[in-house]
């Protein structure tokens, strides 16, 4: 009699390994989502727009809000920009599932789930703030208000940054020809190294992002092509 054929399953240690890689992903998104939101909303609530407070002379909490990407980069309109967010996310939930499923690395799945958990953090900026919020202003710390009565629509507020590290400041000489070269300062300008503000979101999608360069551009190479 011929020996019946059944269907190769998983290994023991290798359901293991995967549902460890689940709950890791399941956490770190939770994690980062929380810090990043309380974060947030202190300084929302706390602090008037513009306002700065002095950590060292090189570490501020600055309050700025921002329509764009991470850093305050801009990309289209707020509703295009919030949607291409929600479909970015999408993609990476589905794409982390799938290279679970085929047995990725736990630092590369560590990696990809930071940029997602910091991409769903700014996301609920643009989705809910603009309805829970009231104006922030350079004199009028906001207020959390009942659904609908805040300063925008939905899918239309705007991401709350607060980081900045203004490690090296100077002043620019006073000479002319400054004025007619490209790229550099002009004469007598103040100029500050690393000049970007932003949140606990954007810094996990920066970590991640350099990981996956740094540690796993083989591993991402060879998973996109597949």
């Known amino acids: ?18 549902t460890k890689k689940y709950i890791t992903a399941s956490s770190i998104l939770i994690a980062v989502v929380a810090i990043d939101q309380i974060i947030k909303y202190w300084v929302k609530t706390n602090m008037t727009l513009g306002e700065h407070i002095d950590i060292t002379s090189w570490f501020k909490i600055a309050f700025v809000e921002n329509n764009g990407f991470a850093f305050g980069c801009q990309l289209g309109g707020k509703i295009f920009l919030t949607l291409f967010r929600i479909v970015a996310v999408s993609v990476i939930g589905w794409f982390i599932i799938r290279q679970i499923k085929q047995l990725a690395s736990m630092g590369y799945i560590i990696c990809l789930s930071l940029i997602m958990a910091g991409a769903v953090g700014n996301i609920i900026d643009c989705l809910f703030y603009g309805k829970i919020f009231t104006q922030s202003t350079a004199i009028d710390i906001a207020q959390q208000v009942s659904w609908g009565q805040g300063y925008g ?32 300062p002009n004469a007598y300008e103040h100029c500050v190294f690393f000049s970007p503000v932003f949140n606990f979101a954007d810094a996990c999608i920066s970590v991640g992002v350099v990981a996956l360069i740094l540690f796993y551009h083989k591993e991402l190479s060879i998973a996109l092509k597949k």
Do not use: C, K
């Open 1 to 18: 009699m011929r020996d019946r054929q059944y269907p190769s399953l998983p290994s023991p240690h290798n359901m293991s390994s995967t």
């Open 153 to 184: 629509e939905f899918l239309q507020g705007r991401v709350v940054d607060m980081f900045y590290f203004p490690l090296i400041e100077w002043d620019m000489p006073g000479w002319a020809w400054l004025y007619d070269v490209p790229l550099l």
